[in-house]
């Protein structure tokens, strides 16, 4: 059964200290994972997906990387607006479903 | 553009009530999910359509109906529903199963 988790549960981060959260898997064939923020309230905003080991994606503040068990979403010099859930989600070779993670909660103070 | 459009953004509704959900999307996507997410947890599949054909039920109770009008839209008709079933009620879409989900902003339902 494909398994998800994600550390911290909860990071508090000031303004400008960089930091980096983790999504491990246990999965049947990696097919995807795919990172989200999420902001309270609201739907999950698609940022990266990755497709197989030693591959990276950037935008702005966020570096999301891939091995054969992880992934880690970095965050450079992070700002108050940064703060929200992020949550990761696999897709295994024989599942049309995503399994999510539990998230972690990001708060970057000022 | 990624946009899912979801109506309404907020809903109350009783026990006897029958309401709907809607869900648009204009990216040509083929699959289309309801998602259902308690606070701090993450999202709960509950349906898949795959080119307008329920492919996946989540086991989900017979007081949640979907539908899949054409390959753009996509509802939820809820009748009977418990104080438990309150929640943010999220509906996705991708280019085919299993690609990158796009999500639409929820709709925050409370019974009452």
């Known amino acids: 059964e494909d398994q998800v988790t994600q550390s911290p549960e909860a990071l508090r981060l000031q303004e400008g200290e960089s930091s980096s959260l983790n999504c491990s898997y246990t999965?049947?064939?990696?097919?995807?994972l795919f990172w989200y923020r999420q902001d309270p309230g609201k739907g999950p905003e698609f940022l990266f997906t990755?497709?197989?080991a030693g591959e990276e994606k950037e935008k702005e503040r966020l570096k999301a990387t891939l091995t054969k068990k992880e992934s880690f979403l970095h965050i450079t010099a992070p700002k108050p607006e940064d703060s929200a859930t992020y949550l990761c989600a696999v897709r295994d070779n024989y599942g049309q479903n995503f399994v999510f993670g539990p998230g972690t909660r990001l708060s970057v103070l000022p | 553009d990624t946009e899912v459009t979801q109506t309404p953004k907020h809903l109350v509704m009783g026990m006897t009530n029958k309401k709907s959900l809607k869900c648009e999307q204009h990216?040509?996507?083929?699959?289309m999910y309801w998602y259902k997410q308690k606070a701090k947890k993450p999202p709960e599949l509950m349906f898949v359509y795959s080119y307008e054909k329920l492919s996946i039920n989540e086991s989900v109770p017979s007081r949640f109906s979907p539908e899949c009008p054409n390959s753009s839209l996509l509802n939820l008709h809820l009748h009977a529903l418990q104080p438990e079933d309150s929640a943010l009620y999220l509906c996705a879409s991708s280019q085919g199963t299993g690609n990158t989900q796009y999500f639409g902003p929820g709709t925050r339902l409370t019974v009452l």
């Open positions: 990216m040509g996507h083929r699959a």
């Open positions: 990755l497709y197989s």
């Open positions: 999965v049947s064939g990696l097919r995807g």
